[in-house]
């Protein structure tokens, strides 16, 4: 399978704790996205990279989130001290680097704070 | 604000009918409209986008309508098979941004056999 991968597929943590999921795309593509999910809505944008670049982070993005994608390939989210409200999907797409070319989503992470 | 309203919120057609789903957009930088159908535990897939040199494109049963004055576009799904029951996504970015997408509500199809 050459899909985007999403690893655990479900965390369940305690309010306080730190998590860290991971993402590894689609190996030609250049362009890798973080989305956040709550039941019932739509993705929201969380962050971009272009590369081992991070280009653009949402408003959305608070100080206890930090992602990476070291030497350009897999990206990982951690999220620091969570709180309840980060219950959500976290998802992870890629693209190629030309223009809006397709998205490819991962199957996410779910996250649930106790 | 960057922000797109998606209607209706939920839709009951029979099979064989025509499923319409609606997205307006407010950001005239706005410059690609993919839609989005996910299933229940897996994450959102592509289905059809359009970019707004044209006002039409069918890929398949599916097609998606756009009118740039109006800032709006929307989903048909012809010939709607209960196999199309799934929640559906329409997107917009600005195509420098690539895939910097802004997602509306979503809308639960469900298509009764």
């Known amino acids: 399978d050459t899909g985007v991968s999403q690893n655990p597929r479900h965390k369940i943590t305690k309010r306080g704790q730190n998590v860290t999921f991971r993402c590894d795309p689609i190996?030609?593509?250049?362009?890798l996205y973080w989305y956040r999910q709550t039941l019932g809505q739509g993705p929201e944008f969380l962050t971009y990279f272009q590369n081992e670049a991070q280009l653009e982070k949402s408003r959305l993005l608070s100080d206890r989130f930090s992602a990476e994608r070291p030497k350009g390939s897999f990206s990982t989210l951690e999220i620091q001290r969570t709180e309840q409200g980060d219950s959500a999907m976290y998802l992870c797409?890629?693209?190629?680097?030309?223009?809006?070319?397709?998205?490819?989503f991962g199957q996410g992470t779910r996250l649930t704070v106790v | 604000q960057q922000q797109v309203k998606q209607s209706p919120q939920s839709l009951i057609v029979q099979k064989g009918g025509i499923s319409i789903i609606n997205c307006a957009y407010e950001?005239?930088?706005?410059?690609?409209f993919p839609w989005y159908q996910q299933f229940p535990g897996k994450g959102p897939a592509l289905l059809i986008a359009i970019r707004p040199d044209v006002s039409e494109k069918k890929e398949g049963r599916f097609t998606i309508s756009f009118n740039k004055s109006a800032k709006q576009f929307s989903l048909h799904i012809m010939d709607s098979q209960p196999g199309d029951s799934a929640t559906y996504f329409c997107?917009?970015?600005?195509?420098?941004?690539?895939?910097?997408?802004?997602f509306g509500g979503g809308t639960r199809l469900m298509v009764k056999p």
């Open positions: 797409a890629s693209s190629p680097s030309q223009g809006a070319g397709e998205a490819f």
């Open positions: 997107a917009a970015s600005p195509l420098y941004a690539g895939n910097m997408l802004t």
């Open positions: 190996s030609e593509h250049n362009r």
């Open positions: 950001n005239t930088a706005f410059d690609y």
